[in-house]
């Protein structure tokens, strides 16, 4: 008589999710509600004690979908995000290696960490005047002004990458005889990714805020340019419409990174689950 071992299947597979369970998982439900109380009472106290300045809910939304349709908005868009594509671009160029050279030679990082900290607490706001001055006020200039408003992010993330690593795993390696080259391909570049992507995804907020700082302070074009004209014209429903047509596009920026942060990543998150169970 042959007997036959059942394999056990694992318990999710045997037992379906139901749909008000996946809903409730979920965080889309929860940003919609909060989304939804924001707006009420966002409509109820500008209905009660706003005024010219303070438009509705309501007004702000018809404003944003009339801008839309306006020439004037997506030159200002295509302006505005040339500074913000060449100036993120260049600061992954410099920030990600930077990071992960200091991250891994620490004799490298005594000499560099001051401009770190110096890039960590200047203010950014009092840069811009000396990049206006020096650059003229141009796309170039705009484009260091993003850079510089990103590029520590990005140095931070991937120097904390590089130093999460095991230092067991390095030590493990070079015992089979591995090389300098096989470490930084099989272990210091994968175990810092988690990091580094963490590190765009932080970047690139900060690269839309450089983006909008610079065009109000001192160059008045692009998306800045509107808000400013809307303000001195006192439309205020224009003026709301035009921030809120710049948060969605951060939103938008910032779930693309996360989306390409999970696909790159998904191997530190299989290990971290593994682990947890």
């Known amino acids: 008589m042959t007997l036959h071992r059942r394999i056990p299947v694992p318990l999710h597979r045997q037992i379906p999710v139901p749909?008000?369970?996946?809903?409730?998982?979920?965080?889309?439900?929860?940003?919609?509600?909060?989304?939804?109380?924001?707006?009420?009472?966002?409509?109820?106290?500008?209905?009660?004690?706003?005024?010219?300045l303070l438009p509705t809910c309501t007004e702000t939304a018809r404003a944003t979908v009339a801008l839309l349709g306006e020439a004037e908005l997506w030159r200002a868009l295509y302006v505005s995000n040339q500074a913000l594509a060449l100036g993120f671009a260049l600061a992954l160029a410099l920030g990600v290696p930077a990071g992960i050279l200091l991250g891994r030679f620490r004799r490298l990082e005594r000499y560099a960490d001051v401009y770190v900290n110096i890039l960590l607490v200047t203010p950014m706001a009092a840069v811009?005047?000396?990049?206006?001055?020096s650059m003229g006020v141009g796309t170039a200039s705009r484009t260091v002004l993003v850079t510089v408003f990103s590029v520590v992010m990005v140095l931070v993330n991937s120097r904390a990458g590089v130093r999460q690593v095991d230092p067991s795993l390095i030590e493990m390696a070079r015992s089979f005889?591995?090389?300098?080259?096989?470490?930084?391909?099989?272990?210091?570049?994968?175990?810092?990714?988690?990091?580094?992507?963490?590190?765009?995804?932080?970047?690139?907020?900060?690269?839309?805020?450089g983006m909008v700082v610079v065009e109000l302070l001192m160059v008045s074009d692009g998306l800045g340019g509107l808000i400013l004209k809307y303000r001195g014209l006192l439309k205020a429903p224009l003026l709301y419409g035009t921030i809120v047509i710049i948060l969605v596009e951060a939103l938008l920026l910032i779930s693309v990174a996360r989306w390409g942060e999970h696909k790159l990543t998904r191997w530190a998150r299989t290990q971290t689950a593994g682990g947890v169970r």
């Not at 996946?22 to 009420?40: G, S």
């Not at 391909?185 to 970047?203: D, F, N, S």
Request: aromatic share 8%; charged share 20%.
């Open 19 to 52: 749909l008000h369970r996946r809903i409730l998982r979920a965080d889309l439900p929860y940003q919609l509600l909060t989304f939804a109380l924001f707006a009420t009472v966002w409509e109820l106290y500008a209905r009660e004690r706003g005024g010219l």
């Open 177 to 209: 005889g591995a090389g300098e080259r096989q470490i930084w391909a099989r272990i210091l570049l994968p175990g810092a990714l988690p990091a580094v992507m963490t590190g765009v995804r932080l970047g690139l907020g900060r690269a839309v805020t």
């Open 128 to 133: 811009i005047p000396l990049l206006v001055m």
